[in-house]
């Protein structure tokens, strides 16, 4: 599932987890009729409308492979959020069925796969924002474990390292003025410990941040951990 | 179109609140943090367990609600029920009259705010004197506590000194403990001088009917010693099964609230005063209060009603941060108050708070520190979803119509065309973004480029290179 704002902006993070699946020797299929995971209509209130999304959805990804998102908010929103919509609805049970076979990609890659470290080498000093929707899932341990295994990274510690960054879908837009202050501490704190890198699982809250911070004239360096998985090596290691 | 009304309370916000709120909260946040799992790393399994119990407690709430009646009337006390905030007031006011009081101390107790009772009171002609330092310097004031715990939050201690200086409580100094010193004075005549003394509860065993109350300046004990009468207003929600479920709940509540291991205070109160004891009210009185809890059971949001009013969730929350507690423009902030305020207006005045589940990124940091383990962000959730249906006005204000976007969203064609049509006009195609309007989100942040459908294209060729490779 390449999400919706791969699809629209951030082309290469879903390329990314394109190219490190197939170089772990997996087939990749990219059903062409997928469009999103429902969240927007979900997290503003409109219900009805995102059920009938996340039915279409469930209706494009169908049979039994697992499904791999580039992104800890979509991935939440299918083994959450899609299943609180549905929680009076009789095709429950087939929702249930598209959560439980939904990973965000880097909690696949280490405890689906089961890859404790990464090849490759990046010298760089990065610091991991871990994005709100995936609290509670195996995702901030992954990216930190992967990224953080790379030969010459260093990951920097910032402060507060559990607020928001401010981004929450249509909160960026209705409540301006606090989404963009909580951004502002955010980049702040990072800032602060001047990284190479500012990494995440979630484009939403990177375009956010880094939306801020060209406005304030000077753009952080933002990467997807998928990004920087691939761009670190070429050559894949053996899966156990 | 305006936006949220809490957005905009932030954005007028004073300075100096801002930064009070912001660095009470955040300090707050820091010590929970180190003091609970200091002391219990296992602190989210008994967070987990509180919440069942409290639940269970809940579910049960009609037998737990009787048995609890029937120890406190074995013990002594009176027991008395109010439907609403008018009925609870009336009954106070009755007691005290019957009784020929005038003079009244108060320590904290949230469910009196929600009835306004001081008001109440005040205009019925008695005196009354709110004795938590926090809450007699709002009283002072004319102003309302910004948060359940720290109700002056929003104050630095100049202000408070000016207060002081104001109400003739000695010449401007902003010395706290000069400043505490001169509110003990002040209140230890009233202490000596009331008749009746009104408290809260934070439990109430129905084992034993023990209610159970947690200072951390003894005002409340303070408040009982000299009086001959003890009205307690307990919401019906305060109720757990046995003595044994406090242990767990005082463990969590004094770490989550103010990062103690114990509230300076802890009383347990199971009666009037007992003939061989030297001190004490002749009198007890509970009123357990409703006010809007039934219709919150009744909903599918009663998981609300658990809350032991610790407010993590208030100092985690980047949006209390932010907007300080009034903006919430009820007795409860934070996203415990954008739960429970729309649900105890009741479903005659929810449209008017509908508001308040909006303001909130649904980042989940208040459902991982709450104590009782709400899940507040799937409240939030559910409660956007109803303001929805009912076309709460106020749910509104700003918010981006999501219609298109969802008609796009189901039909992949149209989907398609659009990432592709608006890739080849180098546009961004509105009716596809599902955060627009685009000003909106310009106003304080750049948009990376578009480029729609280019790993679509990719994709494609990826596929055909690998079926026919040459
Ligand atoms: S909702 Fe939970 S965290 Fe918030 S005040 Fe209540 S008990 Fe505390």
């Known amino acids: ?240 | 179109m305006s936006h949220q009304q809490i957005d905009q309370f932030a954005h007028r916000l004073d300075k100096g609140v801002r930064d009070s709120v912001l660095g009470g909260s955040a300090a707050g946040t820091e010590k929970r943090r180190q003091v609970l799992f200091g002391d219990l790393p296992n602190a989210d399994s008994l967070r987990a367990l509180a919440g069942r119990i409290k639940q269970h407690t809940l579910e049960h709430l009609d037998r737990y609600l009787e048995a609890a009646e029937e120890r406190l009337i074995d013990n002594g006390a009176k027991v008395h029920f109010a439907w609403d905030a008018a009925s609870a007031c009336q009954q106070v006011e009755t007691l005290l009259r019957e009784r020929g009081v005038r003079q009244v101390t108060k320590s904290k107790t949230m469910v009196s705010e929600e009835i306004e009772l001081n008001r109440h009171l005040a205009e019925k002609g008695f005196d009354l004197v709110e004795t938590d330092l926090g809450e007699f310097i709002v009283q002072l004031d004319g102003d309302h506590p910004s948060h359940v715990v720290k109700p002056i939050i929003h104050k630095n201690r100049s202000q408070i000194a000016k207060t002081f200086e104001r109400c003739g409580l000695g010449d401007y100094n902003d010395d706290p403990e000069t400043i505490t010193r001169r509110a003990r004075e002040y209140m230890r005549r009233k202490y000596l001088s009331a008749e009746a003394s009104i408290t809260g509860a934070n439990f109430v065993s129905a084992e034993s009917g023990r209610l159970c109350i947690v200072t951390n300046e003894g005002n409340s004990r303070f408040g009982l010693a000299g009086a001959r009468v003890h009205i307690a207003l307990v919401g019906i929600e305060k109720l757990v099964p046995d003595d044994r479920s406090l242990s767990l709940m005082l463990n969590l509540l004094g770490r989550s609230a103010t990062g103690q291991n114990l509230t300076v205070y802890t009383e347990f109160i199971r009666g009037p005063r007992q003939p061989e004891a030297i001190s004490g009210p002749e009198e007890m009185h509970v009123i357990f209060v409703n006010a809007g809890r039934t219709e919150t059971l009744a909903s599918d949001c009663r998981e609300i009603l658990r809350c032991i009013r610790c407010g993590a969730c208030m100092n985690v929350c980047p949006v209390y941060r932010q907007s300080s507690g009034h903006a919430y423009r009820s007795v409860y902030p934070g996203p415990l108050g954008a739960v429970l305020s729309p649900l105890l207006a009741g479903s005659a005045r929810f449209a008017e708070f509908a508001d308040l589940p909006k303001a909130s990124s649904l980042c989940g940091a208040c459902n991982e520190v709450c104590p009782v383990d709400i899940p507040i962000p799937d409240l939030l959730l559910r409660l956007r979803d109803r303001a929805h249906r009912e076309h709460a006005p106020a749910a509104f204000d700003d918010a981006p119509n999501l219609k298109p976007w969802a008609m796009l969203a189901k039909s992949p064609a149209a989907w398609r065309m659009s990432l592709r049509a608006a890739n080849m006009l180098n546009i961004v195609p509105l009716g596809f973004l599902p955060f627009g309007p685009l000003g909106r989100w310009t106003s304080q942040r750049t948009l990376p480029s578009w480029r729609g459908g280019r790993y679509r294209q990719w994709a494609a060729e990826r596929k055909k290179q690998k079926n026919n490779p040459s």
């Open chain 1, 1 to 240: 599932m390449m999400t919706c704002l791969c699809d629209a902006f951030f082309d290469d993070v879903a390329r990314a987890t394109h190219e490190v699946l197939e170089s772990l020797g997996i087939e990749v299929i990219v059903p062409e009729s997928q469009t999103c995971c429902g969240q927007p209509a979900f997290n503003g209130g409109d219900w009805a409308s995102a059920r009938q999304v996340i039915r279409h959805t469930l209706n494009v990804f169908q049979g039994d492979c697992p499904i791999i998102v580039p992104s800890g908010s979509c991935a939440a929103m299918s083994f959450h959020g899609a299943l609180l919509a549905h929680e009076k609805e009789t095709d429950l049970p087939q929702v249930q069925a598209f959560g439980a076979r939904t990973w965000e990609i880097c909690d696949f890659l280490r405890n689906g796969l089961g890859i404790e470290s990464w090849e490759g080498r990046l010298d760089a000093r990065v610091a991991i924002h871990s994005s709100c929707h995936s609290r509670g899932t195996g995702t901030p341990e992954a990216i930190r474990t992967l990224v953080g295994s790379i030969a010459g990274v260093t990951l920097l510690d910032f402060t507060q390292p559990e607020q928001c960054c401010g981004f929450g879908g249509t909160f960026s837009v209705t409540f301006p003025h606090i989404s963009g202050s909580m951004g502002r501490l955010k980049i702040d704190s990072v800032r602060a410990t001047h990284p190479d890198l500012l990494v995440s699982g979630d484009m939403s809250c990177l375009m956010h941040l880094n939306g801020l911070a060209e406005k304030q004239g000077s753009p952080l360096p933002v990467k997807h951990a998928i990004q920087v998985l691939r761009d670190a090596r070429v050559t894949p290691v053996t899966v156990q």
